[in-house]
């Protein structure tokens, strides 16, 4: 015989679950409006072709995604956009980490350490690019000229397409330290203390300390500063499009999927091309975060 449990919900669960669902609702307005809303407009829009004038759009089915496919150009934005998140993530996370270590430690002025490494996350990322311009330009370049000292020849940074992708990676990597060093000093804050008084009472040094404590408990924080790095790095747009212009012998080996995206909706005209491209960015997003959401249970360890 079955019989059916009714349970009663009571006035002070639906009064938490109704706080719950006020204090999340800003959040999840502004993720509605500001992201799932956009996502199925640029999905919709690429099944069209702008019109004369981009007035006017046309149905043309797939058309957009077999071009896509047959466009070298957005083969090249898809390995330079996957280059430059592998080159700028790791060694961003890398020299965050360093930091976060050393200013967690007792070390004097640390605050104004901490400031002046969050600077670059403040200041305008079109007034770094042209700082970083002029340090790069081949003839009165801050960099070359160091270079002039030490007796070596001068490199074209932003036009040599062997080493135009390192440059920028290069600006891509001091710009985000900062906010990555911030969120992993947060984190080394929550690690107890006594875990260190312990190893140090066993004599343990401070590297080992490092590898065997430190890393693992800050792991957490690690996962959230690696997702969003690789988001924001295969998102890259603003250094690009101040530092390489269309007609620079460097554009093919650093044009990124967003810079073509730009390109193709607002210089052409051609919003449902742009939009199929930019569909391909959001689906290299979502299959790397999903690989990540996967690896996570075997390395992040949650106290």
């Given at each position: 015989?079955?019989?059916?449990?009714?349970?009663?919900?009571?006035?002070?669960t639906w009064n938490e679950w109704s706080w719950g669902w006020f204090l999340i609702a800003p959040t999840m307005i502004g993720l509605i409006v500001l992201n799932f809303i956009p996502?199925?407009?640029?999905?919709?829009?690429?099944?069209?072709?702008?019109?004369?004038?981009?007035?006017?759009?046309?149905?043309?089915?797939?058309?957009?995604?077999?071009?896509?496919?047959?466009?070298?150009?957005?083969?090249?934005?898809?390995?330079?956009?996957?280059?430059?998140?592998?080159?700028?993530?790791?060694?961003?996370?890398?020299?965050?980490?360093?930091?976060?270590?050393?200013?967690?430690?007792?070390?004097?002025?640390?605050?104004?350490?901490?400031?002046?490494?969050?600077?670059?996350?403040?200041?305008?990322?079109?007034?770094?690019?042209?700082?970083?311009?002029?340090?790069?330009?081949?003839?009165?370049?801050?960099?070359?000229?160091?270079?002039?000292?030490?007796?070596?020849?001068?490199?074209?940074?932003?036009?040599?397409?062997?080493?135009?992708?390192?440059?920028?990676?290069?600006?891509?990597?001091?710009?985000?330290?900062?906010?990555?060093?911030?969120?992993?000093?947060?984190?080394?804050?929550?690690?107890?203390?006594?875990?260190?008084?312990?190893?140090?009472?066993?004599?343990?040094?401070?590297?080992?300390?490092?590898?065997?404590?430190?890393?693992?408990?800050?792991?957490?924080?690690?996962?959230?500063?690696?997702?969003?790095?690789?988001?924001?790095?295969?998102?890259?747009?603003?250094?690009?499009?101040?530092?390489?212009?269309?007609?620079?012998?460097?554009?093919?080996?650093?044009?990124?999927?967003?810079?073509?995206?730009?390109?193709?909706?607002?210089?052409?005209?051609?919003?449902?091309?742009?939009?199929?491209?930019v569909m391909v960015l959001l689906a290299l997003i979502m299959i790397i975060t999903f690989f990540q959401m996967r690896a996570?249970?075997?390395?992040?360890?949650?106290?």
């Amino acid at each position: 015989m079955n019989h059916t449990v009714k349970r009663k919900i009571g006035a002070k669960t639906w009064n938490e679950w109704s706080w719950g669902w006020f204090l999340i609702a800003p959040t999840m307005i502004g993720l509605i409006v500001l992201n799932f809303i956009p996502i199925v407009q640029t999905a919709y829009l690429s099944f069209f072709k702008s019109g004369d004038f981009g007035r006017g759009n046309i149905y043309i089915g797939w058309e957009n995604y077999r071009k896509l496919i047959q466009d070298p150009q957005v083969w090249h934005a898809v390995g330079n956009t996957l280059l430059y998140a592998l080159l700028v993530v790791p060694a961003s996370i890398a020299i965050a980490m360093l930091v976060a270590v050393l200013l967690n430690g007792k070390l004097a002025g640390r605050s104004l350490y901490r400031t002046i490494y969050f600077i670059p996350m403040v200041a305008a990322p079109a007034a770094v690019t042209m700082v970083w311009r002029w340090m790069y330009n081949q003839h009165y370049g801050l960099i070359n000229y160091g270079l002039s000292k030490l007796g070596l020849p001068a490199v074209n940074w932003t036009t040599d397409p062997r080493v135009a992708i390192l440059s920028i990676a290069v600006i891509g990597i001091w710009s985000v330290i900062g906010y990555n060093m911030v969120l992993l000093l947060a984190g080394l804050q929550e690690i107890p203390k006594d875990f260190y008084e312990a190893s140090d009472i066993d004599g343990a040094s401070r590297v080992r300390q490092f590898f065997v404590i430190t890393l693992p408990l800050v792991t957490p924080t690690l996962f959230f500063v690696v997702v969003t790095t690789i988001i924001q790095a295969m998102q890259v747009f603003d250094v690009i499009y101040m530092m390489i212009d269309v007609s620079n012998p460097a554009y093919d080996h650093t044009v990124s999927l967003v810079y073509l995206f730009y390109n193709n909706s607002f210089k052409y005209s051609n919003k449902g091309y742009g939009s199929a491209v930019v569909m391909v960015l959001l689906a290299l997003i979502m299959i790397i975060t999903f690989f990540q959401m996967r690896a996570q249970k075997k390395w992040v360890n949650y106290m």
